[in-house]
């Protein structure tokens, strides 16, 4: 499949809090630097870069020490922890996120959290465990942390209001209904949307959105997946993100640039400035 063409630029550029530059996908894969470029081209100004293991995770805080455009998340996926726990792995793994969490430019502990749509029952343990490990390092470090919540809702709730979520926290890729929404806005957790809001079939998530306040909404790509309408099923990438934009102000009946504002307003609230910290020269 080919990445579809894009879209008209936006007035006002927003950040793409979320995305996986590092993975290769279509019948051209497009490399990180083309990905950027072609964002910045239609006001996608710049990029939270999100691992996902040990390796991934490190070549996303490499990316941002040197590339002006780009925040690292670091973690370890919860559908990546049972195997390293069954191998006896997982402490060293966590060990290095928290490592790389004091690298600069890394702003988030991410994406971390429950997914009992790919894991069963034996494996829940070693996700909660691991989950509980990386609220931790990123209140130690003041960072934000990106969750991961697939099937798991209440879960994820109860273990945030048990141990304490870090005073920025982010449901990735927000997938709950109306109550979960309340819920975080409730308790001041930022919900972030992808592709997912513009599918015909997610009527409850677009009514999830509106009643999200304006001051905790964020915006992702979760590229290469979730292709916003009209090109779902084809490759995604940060340039594609002005579709979901456009489709979430009509849904709150506003104005995109003025969605666009807060949206970039909260953005540097929950990661700070992408100019905070300098880049390595290369």
């Not at 304490?164 to 929404?181: K, M, N, Q, Y």
Request: glycine share 6%.
């Amino acid at each position: 499949m080919s990445y579809p063409p894009p879209p008209e630029a936006l007035t006002i550029a927003v950040y793409d809090n979320h995305t996986h530059l590092e993975i290769a996908d279509g019948d051209q894969p497009l490399d990180y630097r083309e990905q950027l470029d072609r964002a910045s081209a239609v006001g996608v100004r710049a990029v939270v870069q999100v691992g996902t293991d040990v390796e991934t995770s490190r070549w996303s805080a490499e990316i941002a020490s040197r590339e002006p455009r780009v925040l690292a998340a670091v973690a370890i996926h919860p559908n990546e922890t049972p195997e390293l726990e069954a191998r006896g792995e997982l402490d060293d793994a966590l060990a290095v996120i928290d490592e790389l969490a004091a690298r600069p430019r890394v702003r988030a502990i991410g994406e971390t959290g429950l997914d009992f749509f790919r894991t069963g029952e034996d494996g829940r343990d070693a996700q909660q465990r691991a989950f509980e490990a990386h609220i931790e390092i990123a209140k130690r470090h003041g960072l934000a942390l990106q969750i991961h919540d697939r099937d798991a809702h209440d879960e994820v709730v109860e273990t945030l209001l048990r141990v304490g979520a870090p005073e920025r926290t982010v449901f990735h890729c927000f997938s709950g209904d109306e109550e979960l929404a309340r819920i975080c806005s409730a308790n001041g957790w930022f919900m972030s949307f992808a592709g997912t809001v513009t599918f015909k079939n997610a009527k409850k998530l677009r009514a999830a959105l509106e009643v999200v306040p304006r001051n905790l909404l964020l915006i992702e790509t979760d590229a290469p997946y979730l292709t916003p309408t009209p090109y779902r099923g084809r490759p995604n990438s940060s340039y594609l993100m002005p579709y979901t934009l456009r489709s979430m102000a009509e849904t709150l009946e506003t104005d995109p640039s003025m969605l666009a504002t807060q949206i970039v307003s909260n953005t540097e609230l929950v990661y700070g400035s992408w100019e905070h910290e300098p880049v390595q020269a290369v």
